[in-house]
């Protein structure tokens, strides 16, 4: 359930009456864990330094070990406090302790509060493939909240306005270029609205949910080299590259018309996004290959733009593509 906050005292509404609320939060955002633990009773709370290089099941073993030295029983909520990396984190660790237990997010990034935080798609990496373990895990709440949007790194932001953007790419068009001119907290609502809706129907990726991957079978793939060459490539950086790469690869199959790969390059250069795949789609291939969306026989869902506001499905073998990434 999304559930809009004018500030972050007033989930006290919501979580106030908890007898066992756990908090882990993200160590750069401890002022807001301060704000929220001055109206929640809560049991224990934990920090945690985040990166993808930790969002690993050592944290989350380390988490549940916590949660069971805290005699945390199977009536504890637990409230994750942070990006996505965190609500990714507390959400695959409450699926798992005593067989699962509640949590709710408070996502203090744009990313988390229109993406990552929102459908119960819980996990962490396995050897530098992005979300390879996981579960699906509906939290009891999403507060979204723009006060804690406030000291949020310009470049942090940006890498929210990608997955904003892919939202309204799927089936708002007005919105999508609405947000081009200045995010708000209606659009913010509208996309996390967007993503609800589409995960209520399809709660576990069986069919239309999958259209929320725009942009990203090509994005984790250039994520996973970055890794390999230790280079810094955010999420939503290499979302919103994928975008263009998807983009690019529909008006080859002509499901779009050519055109809509550059008028989607130049919208997101305008708010700042990188557009430019760095590596070459020969070394992207064996990434795609191992998606977790992969399906049988080599091929991979990818979801194509037509035009914004609608995407089409194909299957195809990323080992067939012949892109130029340059």
């Not at 945690?48 to 988490?63: C, F, G, H, I």
């Not at 995010?183 to 949910?209: C, N, W, Y």
């Not at 991957?213 to 970055?226: D, K, P």
Request: contains cysteine; proline residues 4%.
């Amino acid at each position: 359930m999304i559930q809009t906050l004018e500030k972050i005292g007033d989930i006290g509404r919501f979580l106030g009456k908890e007898a066992e609320c756990f908090v882990v939060y993200d160590a750069n955002v401890a002022w807001v864990a301060d704000e929220v633990m001055a109206v929640l009773p809560v049991k224990a709370a934990r920090s945690l330094e985040t990166s993808e290089e930790r969002k690993t099941m050592d944290t989350v073993l380390a988490l549940e070990r916590w949660l069971l030295e805290a005699d945390a029983s199977r009536g504890a909520i637990l409230l994750a406090i942070g990006g996505g990396i965190t609500t990714d984190l507390v959400g695959f660790a409450a699926s798992l302790y005593k067989r699962g237990i509640r949590y709710a997010n408070l996502p203090t990034t744009l990313l988390a509060q229109v993406d990552a935080a929102i459908g119960g798609k819980t996990g962490v990496n396995l050897d530098n493939y992005k979300n390879m373990l996981g579960a699906f895990r509906m939290p009891e709440y999403t507060f979204l909240c723009a006060d804690v949007l406030k000291t949020l790194p310009p470049r942090e932001f940006r890498n929210g306005m990608a997955e904003l953007l892919k939202t309204f790419l799927l089936a708002d068009a007005e919105a999508y270029r609405k947000a081009l001119g200045g995010v708000t907290p209606e659009l913010i609502a509208r996309a996390a609205a967007i993503k609800a809706d589409i995960v209520e129907r399809d709660p576990e990726e069986h069919g239309e949910r999958a259209k929320l991957n725009l942009g990203h079978t090509f994005g984790h793939a250039i994520e996973y080299e970055a890794r390999l060459k230790g280079d810094d490539i955010a999420h939503g950086e290499a979302v919103a590259m994928g975008i263009i790469l998807a983009a690019r690869l529909s008006e080859q199959l002509k499901t779009a018309e050519n055109g809509l790969a550059e008028a989607l390059k130049q919208d997101f250069e305008k708010v700042g996004l990188p557009t430019q795949c760095p590596y070459p789609l020969e070394s992207l291939k064996a990434a795609m290959g191992k998606d977790k969306k992969a399906q049988g026989g080599g091929t991979v869902k990818f979801v194509l733009p037509v035009t914004p506001g609608k995407v089409v499905f194909q299957a195809l073998n990323p080992y067939d593509l012949h892109l130029d990434t340059a």
